[in-house]
């Protein structure tokens, strides 16, 4: 994905969405909910390993199924890998005024997801700590090697990636079937979804302001789209169990992330778009029709794997 804009005319427009920046900030902070990680965590089912004298992990200590390993895993690393995001986020956004405040901000809100789902999985003997450590050293030592460029391209990504990362970590929480992991990964999905709309309703705003680069920039977002742990180790066959189980699938990424976003922006009512914007849209709205046929494929295999199983075992 290439930047769209003269690194010029977004230092201009920078300046022009701080205003916008600053509002929202004193909104998100209205709002936002401060809670303690330790909290979420039941510290009374804590021992200790055999460094300290204890038992190491072993499989048969974990509550969990295989999905919900799975799910809290790649969950997990994902909020590991924030000094990335923080880096990527920083060289688009700058470090001035506003900007630095919310970059600021966003930074220790997430850095507080991961603190707080490692002491449930490490307490609770949810997943191998030490196979954890070690794709977590994996991960980060990698960081992000491509994604969005430009200020206008990390805006429209992050919109749907903290929309999405929301609906994920939700349908993981539930998944656990424990009520305090369920109630951990509610609250950390509740903190996403406030991002969310801190970024869409700039995206908004630039849409106004620069309506075909903004746009073109959504259409370049929504066809390459990866969620931000796909650099994780296993990642296909994780991603796989989860879209099998119905946590994140093709389906869920259609209606529940991309389509309400593009709703608010209202991308398919506007009317002050120039030829290269249209053009953006109608490719935009093309992929989404294929997007749609192929969620429906999906939900339809699944369906009758489903079936397949209930049969055998009966």
Same mark, same amino acid.
């Given at each position: 994905m290439t930047r769209i804009l003269d690194p010029t005319v977004e230092r201009g427009l920078l300046g022009e969405l701080?205003?916008?920046?600053?509002?929202? $900030?004193?909104? %998100? *902070?209205? #709002?936002?909910?401060?809670?303690n990680p330790h909290d979420y965590v039941p510290w009374s089912e804590g021992r200790n390993f055999a460094f300290l004298g204890g038992e190491d992990w072993s499989p048969e200590q974990s509550r969990l199924t295989p999905v919900a390993k799975a799910a809290m895993i790649v969950n997990l690393l994902t909020e590991d890998n924030l000094p990335s995001y923080h880096r990527v $986020?920083?060289?688009a956004f700058g470090r001035d005024a506003a900007w630095r405040t919310w970059l600021d901000r966003w930074t220790a809100e997430e850095n507080r997801h991961a603190v707080a789902m490692r002491d449930y999985l490490t307490v609770t003997r949810g #997943?191998?700590?030490?196979? *954890?450590?070690?794709r977590r050293m994996r991960l980060m030592s990698t960081g992000i090697e491509d994604g969005p460029q430009g200020l206008l391209e990390n805006l429209a990504y992050v919109s749907f990636q903290e929309l999405a990362t929301r609906v994920s970590h939700r349908n993981a929480g539930r998944e656990t079937g424990c009520p305090i992991g369920d109630q951990l990964m509610a609250? $950390?999905?509740?903190d996403e979804n *406030? %991002?969310?709309?801190?970024?869409?309703?700039?995206?908004?705003?630039?849409l106004e302001l620069a309506p075909e680069a903004m746009m073109c920039a959504i259409r370049d977002v929504v066809l390459s789209f990866e969620m931000p742990g796909a650099g994780q180790p296993d990642f296909l066959?994780?991603?796989a169990i989860i879209a099998n189980a119905g946590i994140y699938d093709l389906r869920l990424h259609h209606d529940a992330v991309i389509m309400p976003v593009l709703r608010y922006w209202k991308v398919f009512e506007r009317t002050d778009l120039t030829p290269a914007a249209e053009q953006a849209r109608e490719q935009l709205a093309e992929f989404l029709r294929e997007v749609d046929v192929a969620a429906e494929r999906f939900v339809a295999r699944r369906a009758e794997r489903t079936a397949r199983r209930e049969r055998s075992r009966s």
């Open positions: 701080e205003p916008v920046v600053a509002a929202n $900030i004193d909104r %998100h *902070l209205s #709002v936002a909910r401060n809670w $986020i920083a060289t #997943v191998d700590p030490v196979d *954890l450590e070690r609250r $950390i999905a509740a *406030l %991002h969310m709309v801190f970024y869409r309703n700039l995206v908004d705003a630039a066959r994780y991603s």
